[in-house]
């Protein structure tokens, strides 16, 4: 079927809703029989239509703010399935995720655990937590996204665990029942998460010694996505993800095992779809000038990532461009010299991969304009992309 791009309102993003479900329905195929938990994170989209989506799916939520707990909530995500992350709780958020009886509070350090005692004893409730213990974990990916290496703000060091098991003996209000952790993002080296497994089972001889019964393991998100190539299976390889866990993380019967993915659940849905306003010959650069810009994906330009661009209105032979927005910064582009088809004032370029960390990074800088969003469910099979 020929997509009709021109229909369009650019700049707007482009939800495959199919490719969705089918990514959740992978997920679950190879989570589920090995009793695995899986909860996503809120953070790499919170659009409405998709959460919807993905709560139906029977996944749980990772949250890292109040806010994204209301949005749980109402997208219809259960209360018990929402684990909440994040190394600066602020009180409102604590009450909040108190008064729904949230599955877990993934604690960070130790004032965050006193805090979260005294909150809940406030309301003579007895609430759960889990540890996040930085594993010392590179995990090999870009120096900003890599969060389990030493002297990071996330997690608890191991020399604290001692004071903060402590801490914990101490406190009625809080029952530890987990251990959690989260080394980066973008990981697609399955010997990262082989390690982690192996530092994991170290942490649990730890806990074990201590004569802490630890229920719950949660060992976070992080599995990268095919950004080079996007169209040539794009649902991530969670077959060798799963089983990497299965594999080298030791689990007593008892125990249950959590994850939480955000890019790879979301990632390859989402496109923006751009129209070339100008193009501009530069003295040695060939600039092609889009409606959109960093205000709408600013992962070009905050961690220089690469994004594929394809345009699938010119046939034209293929040319060199600089693909740049119309933001006032040096850093709006979305590729640099890359090869595509000839283009003229409104063609239509799609730049793919966007749906994690594109719309919740949006900004309204410049005082950019409202962005549009079409959903694969609303179009007819002839105007799907
Ligand atoms: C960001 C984050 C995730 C999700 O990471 P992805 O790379 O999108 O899978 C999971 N857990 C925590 C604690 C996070 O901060």
Same mark, same amino acid.
């Given at each position: /079927? ?52 993905? #709560? ?45 009886? &949230? ?12 805090? &979260? ?155 923006? &779809? ?19 810009? /960093? ?65 919740? /990074? ?16 609303? /179009? #007819? ?5």
């Amino acid at each position: /079927m020929e997509p009709q791009y021109t229909d369009l309102n650019t700049p707007c993003y482009f939800y495959d809703m199919d490719l969705l479900r089918e990514t959740l329905g992978s997920i679950s195929s190879h989570a589920s029989p090995n009793g695995y938990k899986v909860h996503y994170a809120l953070k790499a989209n919170s659009n409405d239509r998709l959460l919807r989506t993905i #709560s139906q799916a029977g996944f749980g939520a990772d949250c890292v703010s109040g806010n994204e707990i209301q949005k749980a909530l109402e997208t219809g995500f259960a209360p018990a399935d929402i684990v909440f992350a994040g190394v600066g709780k602020a009180d409102w958020e604590i009450d909040l995720a108190l008064n729904h009886d &949230i599955g877990f509070f993934n604690c960070e350090s130790l004032p965050e655990i006193e805090v &979260i005692a005294e909150r809940a004893a406030l309301k003579n409730k007895k609430t759960r937590i889990a540890l996040r213990i930085n594993p010392e974990i590179d995990a090999k990916t870009h120096y900003y996204i890599t969060t389990g290496i030493e002297e990071n703000k996330f997690g608890i060091n191991r020399e604290d665990l001692p004071r903060v098991l402590q801490t914990c003996r101490e406190l009625d209000a809080v029952e530890l029942k987990g251990l959690h952790v989260h080394i980066g993002s973008q990981i697609t080296d399955m010997d990262v998460f082989k390690s982690l497994c192996i530092r994991v089972n170290e942490l649990q001889e730890y806990f074990r010694r201590e004569h802490i019964v630890i229920e719950h393991i949660n060992v976070g998100g992080g599995l990268g996505i095919n950004y080079e190539e996007p169209q040539d299976g794009p649902i991530p390889d969670f077959d060798s993800y799963f089983k990497t866990f299965r594999e080298f993380l030791h689990l007593e019967p008892w125990q249950q095992l959590h994850f939480e993915l955000g890019r790879a659940v979301t990632g390859q849905c989402g496109k923006l &779809i751009t129209r070339v306003l100008y193009v501009k010959d530069g003295i040695h650069t060939r600039f092609a000038v889009v409606d959109a810009g /960093m205000t709408e994906l600013i992962r070009p330009a905050l961690y220089h990532a690469y994004h594929k661009i394809t345009s699938p209105t010119s046939q034209r032979p293929e040319k060199k461009y600089d693909v740049v927005g119309p933001i006032c910064e040096s850093s709006d582009y979305f590729g640099k010299a890359i090869d595509l088809p000839e283009l003229s004032r409104g063609d239509v370029l799609v730049i793919h991969t966007a749906g994690a960390y594109g719309e919740v /990074m949006r900004s309204f800088y410049n005082l950019r304009d409202h962005l549009k969003f079409y959903y694969s469910d609303d /179009m #007819s099979r002839k105007h799907k992309i």
